[in-house]
């Protein structure tokens, strides 16, 4: 089976059909590790097509913000600003959906979904240190992670952790991966392109993919929404 995985959408439509038309016809299923709105100006356009499209899916920390569920005083300003505005405009339905997505981690043929880390949703994994910490309670070959909005893959094996490059990986066997396929709608890596991830199961492959899009449209629509200006800067240069 072959897999499109996204993670941190952040209701950035432009991204969005950026990536879908760049892996068209390259996978079958969907699975998504997490924070579908929040950040950018279309959280119903964006939360309508995961629902349609999207087979297997965690929630993330601003899901969580926009549903209700978490509380917005740990937020910066922008983002809980972001936060109040997406619970005032976006539709009851979807804000329900996004109430009831799983924690994680989610078991999806053969791989498991995360947005944080597997004992913590809301933990930061950027460091090699801070994936070692983690290792032992990786329960699949392969994870995917979000959350961090930086695309980066980690071997774990038991002599230790290895960062790997963003090239075509063959997974070897008895170590466990743990890859962040990058943030679709608001990238921190200082690449402002959309990021995903092709994942082959049957030919047991994982693609790290870019792709640009109209960032100019998605910071008018930002700012058109009376949203905080950094939201809308930001995406020009990826950070």
Known sequence: ?????????????????????????????????????????????????????????????????????????????????????????????????????????????????????????????????????????LDAEVTFFGHTHVQTGFLCHRNGVKVLGQEVLEPENDVRYLINPGSVGQPRDNDPRAAYVLHDTVGRTIEFRRVAYDVEKAQQKILQAGLPDLLARRLATGN
């Open 1 to 137: 089976m072959r897999y499109l995985i996204v993670s941190d959408l952040h209701a950035n439509w432009e991204a969005l059909q950026a990536v879908i038309e760049d892996a068209a016809g390259r996978y079958d299923k969907i699975a998504c590790c997490g924070d579908v709105v929040g950040y950018g100006a279309d959280p119903d356009l964006v939360t309508e097509w995961v629902r349609a499209n999207v087979s297997a899916i965690v929630r993330g920390n601003h899901d969580k913000a926009c549903a209700g569920l978490e509380d917005l005083e740990w937020f910066n300003p922008a983002a809980r600003a972001s936060a109040l505005w997406t619970q005032s405009v976006a539709d009851a339905g979807n804000l329900e959906y996004l109430r009831r997505l799983a924690r994680g981690p989610e078991n999806c043929n053969g791989f498991q979904l995360i947005h944080g880390s597997p004992v913590d949703e809301d933990e930061y994994l950027l460091t090699d240190r801070e994936v070692n910490d983690i290792a032992p309670y």
